[in-house]
């Protein structure tokens, strides 16, 4: 199973910013945290990744609590073409996806 | 960086019939590459893993001899359905990482099986 739980869906106005939670409570102290996101009929697509500090690239940011048992990926400006399937995914000895969180961007 | 192909991007091939799939890495060496298949409106499903010049861990349930996987280079490795039936009809998605397990997944594609 895997180790994460998120929303099945959300929704978020175009140009504003989409805050997609995840829990991770038995997180262990040196897995990772992984955000994917997977477009229609498409390959997922890799987003951003953190241990324990806060992340940022150009895509989006990971903001990891203190406590490691929850995250947030961070999309500041969304567009339309950030509609897709968002998958949190804490790096085991295997690659777990869970349902992940169906975000919908509307104009 | 760190693009991934697949190919063929779809098939339709008749049930008895065997079909390959590949998965390059394009501008890496991947030392270890995963297998999933997605059925409609369903999560990815990790089928098995290979690193190069080894033989594939399959996942629980997954038919080692019917779902051969060969990684003979570090920017290829090859999935073949062997025998295929309706029931095998998915995407199948595969992705490459330098690392282990643990790295970053790069993802191909996708692949869409149909099997009539």
């Known amino acids: 199973d895997a180790k994460t739980t998120q929303p099945p869906s959300m929704d978020c106005a175009e140009g504003r910013a989409a805050n997609l939670p995840c829990n991770h409570s038995?997180?262990?102290?040196?897995?990772?945290v992984y955000w994917y996101r997977q477009i229609h009929s498409q390959g997922p697509q890799y987003i951003i990744h953190?241990?324990?500090n806060n992340e940022t690239n150009e895509m989006a940011s990971l903001i990891i609590t203190e406590d490691r048992k929850s995250s947030t990926l961070i999309l500041p400006h969304a567009t339309l073409r950030d509609t897709a399937v968002y998958y949190c995914?804490?790096?085991?000895?295997?690659?777990?996806f869970g349902a992940g969180t169906r975000l919908f961007v509307k104009a | 960086g760190a693009v991934v192909s697949q190919h063929p991007s779809w098939v339709i091939c008749k049930s008895g019939t065997s079909v390959k799939i590949e998965c390059r890495s394009l501008?890496?060496?991947?030392?270890?590459m995963f297998w999933y298949r997605q059925f409609p409106k369903q999560s990815l499903m990790l089928m098995a893993t290979?690193?190069?010049?080894?033989?594939?861990?399959?996942e629980q349930g997954v038919e080692k001899d019917k779902f051969l996987i060969n990684h003979a280079s570090l920017t290829l490795s090859t999935l073949t359905v062997t025998s295929a039936h309706p029931e095998d009809s998915s995407f199948y998605i595969c992705?490459?990482?330098?690392?282990?397990?643990?790295?970053?997944?790069?993802f191909g594609p996708g692949t869409r099986l149909t099997v009539l």
């Open positions: 992705s490459a990482s330098s690392g282990t397990y643990t790295d970053t997944q790069y």
């Open positions: 038995t997180i262990s102290g040196n897995e990772y």
């Open positions: 953190g241990l324990k």
């Open positions: 995914i804490v790096e085991d000895f295997k690659t777990i």
């Open positions: 501008d890496f060496q991947a030392t270890t």
């Open positions: 290979s690193n190069e010049g080894s033989k594939a861990t399959y």
